[in-house]
T-cell receptor, first 108, second 113 residues
Framework: SQQGEEDPQALSIQEGENATMNCSYK?????LQWYRQNSGRGLVHLIL?????REKHSGRLRVTLDTSKKSSSLLITASRAADTASYFC????????FGTGTRLQVFP | DAEITQSPRHKITETGRQVTLACHQT?????MFWYRQDLGHGLRLIHY???????NKGEVSDGYSVSRSNTEDLPLTLESAASSQTSVYFC????????????FGPGTRLLVL
C-alpha cells in the first residue's frame, strides 16, 4: 500500500511561476524525501528532510514538513521548462515507500 | 564515477518463460532494492537486500525472486512470466545508514506477451 499520496496528480504552469506539490502520509517516519523522474528515466533524489526539521531549502527548492499533520510540500520557485517531470515523495522508516507522484508540465 | 546499471533496458518475453533482469552498482552499497512502476501505482517495492546472502520480500514479491551473492549485483528473476508483470523495473541502492538517499538505475521496460 502507498504511504505517500501526492496532490495534485498533475500540474501545468508557465515558466517563471511557482509550482507547489503536496504529500500526505500515514505513519511515523524517519525522514521524507523528494525525487524527480524525467520521462523514460530513473528517479533522481532532490532533497531529504528529517522528521525533526520543519523546512529545508536547496537552490530553487523549498520543502516543508509538518509531522503533526503528516504532510509535506515541495515548492519549486521560478520554474523552468526543464523542470517538466514527475515528482515523487517517499517516506523513510527502514525502507522507502513512494507516493503516486505529481506530473508537472512547465510551458515556455 | 560510481554508477548503477540495469540490463537489458528493454525486454519482450512470452508468458511462462523465466526472465532475469540484471542490476549492478559500483558504489559498494550494502542495500539494494527492486521496484516496479505502473501507471496509477507509483513505485512498489518487490524485493530488497541489506547485504550479501540477505534477501527480503517487499510489497509485491509474488512471482519474483532475488539472490545476493556479492555486494555489486542483485539480479531479479521472474520465475514464470505473466502478463501482469509487464511493467518498468527499477533497481536502486543506498549505503547502510538508513538516512541516506537511494540511487536509481535507468530502468528496464519489460513486456510479457
Amino acid at each position: 500500500s502507498q504511504q505517500g499520496e501526492e496532490d495534485p496528480q498533475a500540474l501545468s504552469i508557465q515558466e517563471g511561476e511557482n509550482a507547489t506539490m503536496n504529500c500526505s502520509y500515514k505513519t511515523s517516519i524517519n525522514n521524507l524525501q523528494w525525487y524527480r523522474q524525467n520521462s523514460g528515466r530513473g528517479l533522481v533524489h532532490l532533497i531529504l528532510i528529517r522528521s525533526n526539521e520543519r523546512e529545508k531549502h536547496s537552490g530553487r527548492l523549498r520543502v516543508t514538513l509538518d509531522t503533526s499533520k503528516k504532510s509535506s510540500s515541495l515548492l519549486i520557485t521560478a520554474s523552468r521548462a526543464a523542470d517538466t517531470a514527475s515528482y515523487f515523495c517517499a517516506t523513510s522508516t527502514d525502507k522507502l515507500i513512494f507516493g503516486t507522484g505529481t506530473r508537472l508540465q512547465v510551458f515556455p | 564515477d560510481a554508477e548503477i546499471t540495469q540490463s537489458p533496458r528493454h525486454k519482450i518475453t512470452e508468458t511462462g518463460r523465466q526472465v532475469t533482469l540484471a542490476c549492478h552498482q559500483t558504489w559498494n552499497h550494502n542495500n539494494m532494492f527492486w521496484y516496479r512502476q505502473d501507471l496509477g501505482h507509483g513505485l512498489r517495492l518487490i524485493h530488497y537486500s541489506y547485504g550479501v546472502q540477505d534477501t527480503n520480500k517487499g510489497e509485491v514479491s509474488d512471482g519474483y525472486s532475488v539472490s545476493r551473492s556479492n555486494t555489486e549485483d542483485l539480479p531479479l528473476t521472474l520465475e514464470s512470466a505473466a502478463s501482469s508483470q509487464t511493467s518498468v523495473y527499477f533497481c536502486a541502492s543506498r549505503s547502510r545508514a538508513h538516512q541516506e538517499t537511494q540511487y536509481f538505475g535507468p530502468g528496464t521496460r519489460l513486456l510479457v506477451l
